[in-house]
């Protein structure tokens, strides 16, 4: 069943009533072919228009759509042979960061990303995509091992942020996310960072710090929330949109900001609405790059990912 976010609600109206007319028309001689073209027709021009003009805030709703696709459905539709491979070796395992082996383009890769589950019991399990600190530690070792066996490292981020709870901060996360950050600035093989939903704060950053940034069209990157913005700013969370406005959280912002370098196409409708063929995209767009990365030596790599962050705001 789809879900509609509130900005959609002319689009929700008219697939209702093309349901509706098809629902009644079944069985029947009545022909109203052309009717459901006329509104089929009426609902996909409304549906680009509303998505090639959205705000700021109405892409962050878009990239938190309960129905977005996530790591396990890009690892479906976009990578083959996935191993994945658990625990960090020093507290335990972290299901809301996942890892392993995987074939991309026929090329065998490390891929590490955040997971958030789709219903109540995988939101739980993965603890809605908010990595703890032995989930950081685990991407630390499978980057490390990446670099042992010469792999490719692949990170998709979708994350609200690193998990905030206490236990979290007995166990070190802000040690966590800084090595993790770390790990990927030292990495000696190719990385490539994509930004699938949303990217927040460190807990993004400990995933992302990589050579080649990329980010879908209607995802969102910040170092808070707009919610957590307007909170400080305003003492209300419900100026969060005003706030989405000013932040720059949009990937068209940050792609003219130089905080990403390319910007994936998304199905009309955002990646909800066809998740096959973002993942498609989005493993078209790897591939392009990583066949530009691959050849050269560790040094280089390194010094890209220094430039590239050095650059951030010199302008």
Request: aromatic fraction near 6%; charge should be negative.
């Amino acid at each position: 069943m789809k879900s509609y976010l509130e900005f959609e609600k002319p689009v929700a109206q008219l697939e209702e009533r093309i349901a509706e007319l098809r629902a009644a028309a079944a069985g029947d001689d009545v022909d109203i072919a052309s009717e459901l073209k006329r509104l089929e027709g009426k609902s996909a021009d409304l549906l680009a228009s509303t998505y090639a003009s959205l705000t700021p805030w109405q892409k962050t709703q878009v990239a938190r759509h309960p129905q977005r696709p996530h790591f396990c459905d890009f690892v479906s539709h976009a990578f083959d042979d996935f191993i994945p491979l658990g625990g960090d070796r020093h507290y335990g395992e972290d299901e809301a960061i996942m890892g392993g082996f995987a074939s991309l383009g026929g090329r065998r890769i490390m891929l590490i990303g955040h997971e958030k589950g789709h219903d109540t019991a995988t939101r739980l399990r993965h603890n809605f995509g908010m990595g703890k600190p032995e989930g950081y530690r685990k991407a630390i070792r499978l980057m490390e091992l990446a670099g042992r066996f010469g792999l490719p490292v692949v990170t998709l981020v979708d994350t609200s942020g690193a998990f905030p709870g206490v236990e979290a901060e007995e166990r070190g996360q802000a040690e966590a996310i800084a090595r993790s950050t770390e790990a990927c600035l030292a990495l000696p093989v190719p990385m490539v960072a994509v930004i699938v939903g949303e990217g927040g704060s460190g807990g993004a950053v400990a995933l992302a710090s990589a050579e080649r940034v990329l980010m879908f069209e209607h995802a969102v990157y910040s170092v808070i929330s707009p919610e957590g913005c307007a909170s400080i700013l305003w003492r209300t969370a419900e100026k969060a949109p005003e706030a989405a406005e000013a932040m720059k959280v949009t990937a068209q912002h940050l792609k003219r900001l130089g905080v990403i370098d390319r910007i994936i196409k998304e199905p009309v409708g955002g990646a909800h609405r066809d998740p096959k063929t973002a993942a498609m995209s989005l493993g078209a767009a790897i591939i392009q790059e990583l066949d530009a990365l691959v050849d050269l030596p560790a040094d280089t790599l390194r010094r890209l990912r220094e430039e590239r962050f050095l650059q951030i705001g010199a302008d």
